[in-house]
């Protein structure tokens, strides 16, 4: 992360964030009865997925006041930065100040329940996503911290998709009623991003900092 960046759409340029393309995620097939000599049918797509990685902060870094870092998506591309999010989601996680730590979620606004905003470590922006279990865990300087999210599609139209994290082994976040998609099928693909902000220059990168990240399994 460069002196001066926030994100990568800025100047100077900071951080990264592309749409990663594994093969189809899909639920395993069936297996052939003993002597069916057939090829198995490949299996529906899936509709939960499962990111994990681990990711070190050095032991000085400065936090500022807010930072993304990987996730997943499905419907399309440019589900975020104030995107509407009608016919797709994200759900990346992010780091506040002091290292604070929240899943960061685009979904269709009018769509969620009540809940979804209504828990005390929650927060609801109008024009960006929802920041999702605030300050449930803190992210580590100076050692790894490893993360485990799961997302669980909804039915098509109902709210009763999930999402979970945990980390290092703990159950931190779990959330029901989600609503990521209406009728249309939706696939997954990983998003690494990571960068300070924040869509504005008070979330700058003070100086040229640095994080690594390893062990990267979906």
């Known amino acids: 992360y460069p002196k001066g960046s926030i994100n990568p759409a800025q100047k100077p340029q900071g951080g990264i964030e592309f749409y990663a ?3 189809p995620l899909s639920a395993l097939p069936s297996l052939p009865m003993q002597g069916d000599t057939r090829e198995s049918p490949l299996g529906t797509p899936a509709t939960n997925v499962t990111l994990r990685y681990s990711v070190f902060f050095p032991k ?15 419907g399309h591309t440019g589900c975020s930065g104030g995107n509407a999010a009608l016919d797709c989601f994200s759900t990346r996680l992010m780091w506040r100040k002091d290292g604070l730590g929240e899943l960061y979620l ?11 905003c209504d828990a005390p470590t929650s927060v609801c922006d ?3 996503g929802f920041s999702v279990g605030r300050g449930s865990f803190a992210w580590s300087a100076g050692a790894w911290t490893t993360v485990e999210q799961t997302v669980v599609l909804n039915t098509p139209g109902k709210q009763d998709g999930w999402f979970s994290l945990d980390v290092n082994g703990k159950r931190v976040i779990h959330v029901g009623g989600v609503f990521y998609r209406d009728t249309r099928p939706c696939s997954f693909v990983p998003l690494p991003s990571t960068f300070f902000g924040g869509h504005d220059e008070k979330y700058a990168t003070p100086r040229d900092q640095y994080v690594w990240f390893k062990d990267f399994a979906l």
């Open 126 to 128: 109008a024009a960006y």
């Open 60 to 74: 000085d870094f400065d936090w500022v006041l807010a930072g993304k870092l990987p996730g997943l998506y499905g």
């Open 21 to 23: 393309s594994p093969l």
């Open 106 to 116: 685009y979904a269709a606004k009018d769509k969620q329940t009540d809940a979804l």
